[in-house]
T-cell receptor, first 115, second 115 residues
């Protein structure tokens, strides 16, 4: 059974600092990995999608890496801003064996950027 | 539509009642997913539709839960004889096709509280 772990569970940083969020998964047989952002009381916003054949993806101040063989991904946020405060969720895409390519999520890292 | 739309956004119901939650996916997206997110947890898979049929319902917790997508677009998640443990955010997501490489887009969720 695929398990996804995110460390730390919560993180507080001063504005302007660079930071790294970690995600690990137990089964390396994944198709891709997706990072999401969730604001309080809101749904999930897709940030970055890394295919299993890729090593990293970048979007603006965000950079996500994937090391499939070791079961790890990191999300790097440069020059953090108060507006980055949210919960960040990592999810891996795998074949369920029952007809679908499902996402398995971690519990998320709650990020607070202090002005 | 521009994004995945879910109604109602909030629902409070009494234990034992019947509830319907509606999802309108992004136009042109054939794949539709339902996930459930409990407080402090990551979303968990419930059911997947490709077109009109439920291709994978392995995540439904018991037979009180049922979902339909009669015309291959809008989907309804139905919960019978609700229990307090059903309280959660019910998230709908869609993607363009069922390929493992497609980005999955989530709606804002329906927040269900059973009292």
């Amino acid at each position: 059974k695929q398990e996804v772990t995110q460390i730390p569970a919560a993180l507080s940083v001063p504005e302007g600092e660079n930071l790294v969020l970690n995600c690990s998964f137990t089964d390396s047989a994944i198709y891709n990995l997706q990072w999401f952002r969730q604001d309080p009381g809101k749904g999930l916003t897709s940030l970055l999608l890394i295919q299993s054949s890729q090593r990293e993806q970048t979007s603006g101040r965000l950079n996500a890496s994937l090391d499939k063989s070791s079961g790890r991904s990191t999300l790097y946020i440069a020059a953090s801003q108060p507006g980055d405060s949210a919960t960040y969720l990592c999810a891996v895409r795998r074949y369920s064996g029952a007809g679908s390519y499902q996402l398995t999520f971690g519990k998320g890292t709650k990020l607070s950027v202090i002005p | 539509g521009a994004g995945v739309s879910q109604t109602p956004s909030n629902k409070v119901t009494e234990k034992g009642k019947y509830v319907e939650l509606r999802c309108d996916p992004i136009s042109g997206h054939t794949a539709l997913y339902w996930y459930r997110q409990s407080l402090g947890q990551g979303p968990e898979f419930l059911i997947y539709f490709q077109g009109t049929g439920a291709a994978d319902d392995s995540g439904l917790p018991n037979d009180r839960f049922f979902a339909v997508r009669p015309e291959g677009s809008v989907s309804t998640l139905k919960i019978q004889r609700t229990e307090r443990g059903d309280s959660a955010v019910y998230l709908c997501a869609s993607s363009f096709g069922s390929s493992s490489g497609n980005t999955i887009y989530f709606g804002e969720g329906s927040w269900l509280t059973v009292v």
